[in-house]
């Protein structure tokens, strides 16, 4: 028999077909294996199995072997990993490597097991023990533990008794030992009582409306609390009744944890979870869990999409609208469409959650390629938080350098006062954005990207945001050497310190990416204000998204027109699903909830919309403008992005790169609404020269297959060249 065989190396000089015979009937499409490779061996996964193989028989190289029984991979999933890698311009390689844990390549894990011992079949501890010197007290013991206990872990036996004991007991036969498979289970504090809640009318309306469309997606637009969460417990309930798994997305590992635990309560450990935050043995044997049917729910970020179930009865994509759903490496997936295609496959529903849906999705809705079902109210009918906005530019002119206006100092000391708890949000992590002499005006600036570093107090360093460079807090200007240095703009660590000494008996937590590096160091902040064991949480996007705080009255948003001022064409929809996501955090409960927004700019449309919850007021705004543009989602936005450490032969290569698609958008220039070349708005990033040449392109599949081979031709060790299709960040 032969194989077709790809092995797991990345390379474009090996992405093809190996060609591998073998005699072992174990062997199928999807079999991971260990094949001969030039003068190595190297892991590869079977693709194709046949009876004749093309090659003379002397050129082709044996199977060494079987890594295990179960194939990792499905007929599906390797369809799927060819269309990643035709569609993401990798490897096949690259693709397959997205189905399988990090950690099982190369062996680097494997199952744990554990030794356990027992007494011998047909051992009596009370015929044998008299047999036993009168000194081994402690064989003794250990045969009438064993006797009343029976099996028990080898360790905990060694300790308890003494190695030298059980060893000895062994070598005369009466203890045998065995091995068996101990499972790595995340998250086992993680559990929660299954409340069972009777869905609202309108919760059942969407849950029918999702089951019996006949469109294969739909959009679930729910306000902020209007219980959408219930509507994928139902749903996920509905397909595991029919013998069907379940894959359930949300947008950031910090999120996992909330949504296992409601998981575990109802589905026990149907629910397996995925993510990168888990250690390698977790991760390992939950995936395992997956592909061997124990578990029949996946939950995780992203990543999950790729969890390697069978028959699919229903994909939830939770906050739909998030950036994090498509990948910012390589191979740069869009979850949505992978999951569409999963979808199609087993004929199930996919479902896309949000209170704020992409301009994308919105429109699919509207025109009919996606089903639409609203959940309009909260549950019970609570209102949404009001809003207040406060100018600061008039408190400046007060006089007001602190982070907070008045309207949000007053209402924190109210909230505070009735015990209640306040969220403070603001997206900048650190002590303050930026470094600035007062002398001469230097902004200290990292010396492979050409960003300001930002300060943290915590370890007197200057970081670089970008690229993770870090450096000592400078005591002295290093361009004029003068002592007098500013901070420009707040971080989160500024904001605590601040917030301490307006209200030095409050108890804050801060939840930003230094707080929470340690595995599990979401978990721990957000149970511990969840247990009101904090008054005020400041913190970044991280605590804008799906977080359901019952005493939480009070949100302060404290920058909510930063990302207005990107630009990034998404920055309007960016800034509305922002306000919304963190405003929806407040008032969840029974007291009514408050929101104080602050503002340099009070009268911009996209915040009054926001502030009054009208997303369709903003969406048929928005999406004239993209139309009359002609961006997004009427264009493809298409980079080729070239980067090198020098920067003559960078120009070079992007001038090559130009040219070549300059023949092409002379040919067709009305399938294009831009085309141009220029350098990138980040000119320098980790010490690399960044030009681009960039294109919005209406519908033409054709035109960006050819941008991506044009990206393979000149991508080099030298200089790269990648191409990005609707990046997140055009940076
Ligand atoms: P969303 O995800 O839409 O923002 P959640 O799913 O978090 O909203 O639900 C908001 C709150 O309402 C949660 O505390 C949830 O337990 C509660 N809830 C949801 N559905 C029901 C229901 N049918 N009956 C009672 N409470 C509900
Ligand atoms: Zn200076
Ligand atoms: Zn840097």
Redesign the pocket.
Known sequence: MFAEVIVDISHSDVDRIFEYSFDDCGIVPGSRVVVPFSKYTVEGIVIKVKEKSEFPPEKIKKIIRLLEETPALTPETLKLSEYVADTCFVTRAAALRLFLPVEMRRGKVKERLVEYARLADGVDADAVAPTLRKTAVKQRDLLYFLQENGQTEAAWLNSEFGAGAVRAAADKGFVVFSEEKRLRSPYLGLNAEN?K????AA?RAAVESIEKTEKQTTLLF???????????LELINRAIARNKTAIMLVPEISLTPQMLKQLRARFGDSAAILHSGLSAGERFDEWWRLRNGEAVIAIGARSAIFAPLTDIGIIII?EEHDGSYVSESSPRYVTAEIAARRAAHYGAKLVL?S?TPSTESYLKATEGEYNLAE?PE???KKPLPDVEIADMRAEIRRGNNSPFSAALKNELSKCLESGNQAIIFLNQRGYSKSVICTECGHVQKCASCDVSLTYHKEDESLLCHYCGAKYKMITACTECGSPYIRYGGFGTERVVLELKKLFPSARILRMDRDTTRNKEGHLKILAEFSARKADILVGTQMIAK?H?F?FVTLVGILDADMSLHFSDYRSNERTFQLITQVA?RSG??DVAGKVVLQTYSPENAVLRRAINYDYKGFFEHEISIRKATGFPPYTSIVRLLVSGEDEETTVGVTKSVYEDMNAIYKQNRSAFAFFGCMKAPLKKLQGKFRYQVLMRVYGSPDIIRKAGKTAEKYNSGKVGVHIEINPNNLV
Do not use: F
């Open positions: 409340k809640v009777s869905l609202t919760q729910g306000v902020t609390g209007s219980g959408k969460t219930e509507v994928y939770d959650g209170a959940l909260r549950i019970n799906g359901d019952p929806g969840r409960a």
